[in-house]
């Protein structure tokens, strides 16, 4: 399978870090490609960043089903775009965050979740709550450190998930994910100390990947796409006269 990993700023700076982590654990048929957008801010912590990133994510997911991919994944906690893409597409398409939420709610009881700045925990409470997953979430922590600074000094993000996981655990967490997936694929489980041993750590980059893998598994051998009776109804077909005029108005002309 060939699986497209969006990362969603504009820089390439990101790239490598999460092209080594997911290499590392994807299955041996699958072929991982790695891009950050064409233009934007080299972060997002703000809504309105998010909001205007997300038409070109979610025009590069369409032109990813074109081009035969058979998923995406969209590397940011915020999972922005993936909501739309999925009305438009029939690959699966993930984020950042539910699928280690799930996997953390089967591997424990309760979790903490860890993100990059205090801007960030706001729209990751945002999201849990639009989507229902703070449901047995202990606290989101964030190591207080811009994703430009990680990249500079991954000893201090180390350092600070660490110390951020024992207060989490401290408050009654027995798993942690890593939800920014720049904190997660810049943190090293093996440095972890003896003290948080029996705590699983999941990384949102690999949760994301293996819940993709499977979900390409299921739409190719048994047909499992998302629900198109109301929350993911397909406007090209619902709307197919006004579909693409509407692309057209946003600067998106290839379905004309």
Same mark, same amino acid.
């Given at each position: 399978m060939k699986i497209l990993v969006i990362m969603p700023f504009g820089t390439g700076g990101y790239n490598q870090t999460v092209r080594d982590v997911l290499n590392r654990v994807r299955r041996n048929d699958t072929e991982i490609v790695v891009e950050n957008l064409s233009r934007g801010p080299e972060f997002i912590r703000y809504a309105y960043f998010q909001s205007l990133m997300v038409p070109d994510i979610v025009d590069r997911i369409i032109r990813a089903e074109r081009e035969g991919y058979n998923g995406v994944f969209v590397s940011c906690c915020f999972e922005p775009g993936v909501k739309e893409a999925r009305e438009v597409v029939d690959i699966p398409v993930v984020g950042g965050s539910s699928p280690a939420v799930f996997m953390a709610r089967q591997l424990g009881q309760r979790f903490g979740f860890i993100t990059d700045t205090e801007r960030a925990n706001v729209i990751t409470y945002d999201l849990f709550k639009q989507c229902k997953l703070d449901v047995?979430?202990? %606290? @989101?922590?964030? @190591?207080?450190?811009?994703?430009? *600074?990680? #990249?500079? =000094?991954?000893?201090?993000? *180390? *350092? #600070?998930?660490?110390? !951020?996981?024992?207060? !989490? $655990?401290? =408050? %009654?967490? =027995? $798993?942690?994910?890593?939800?920014?997936?720049? $904190?997660?694929?810049?943190f090293d489980k093996s440095r972890v100390p003896e003290s948080l041993s029996e705590i699983p750590f999941i990384d949102s980059n690999v949760a994301s990947l293996k819940t993709l893998e499977m979900l390409v598994d299921l739409h190719s051998k048994d047909g499992l796409t998302v629900s198109r009776k109301s929350n993911y109804v397909k406007p090209q077909e619902k709307e197919a006269a006004v579909y693409p005029k509407v692309r057209a108005m946003y600067g998106f002309f290839d379905d004309m």
């Open positions: 047995e979430c202990v %606290g @989101i922590k964030s @190591i207080e450190m811009k994703v430009e *600074q990680i #990249r500079r =000094d991954p000893k201090t993000n *180390q *350092q #600070r998930v660490i110390a !951020l996981a024992e207060k !989490l $655990v401290a =408050d %009654g967490a =027995d $798993v942690i994910i890593n939800g920014c997936t720049i $904190v997660a694929a810049s």
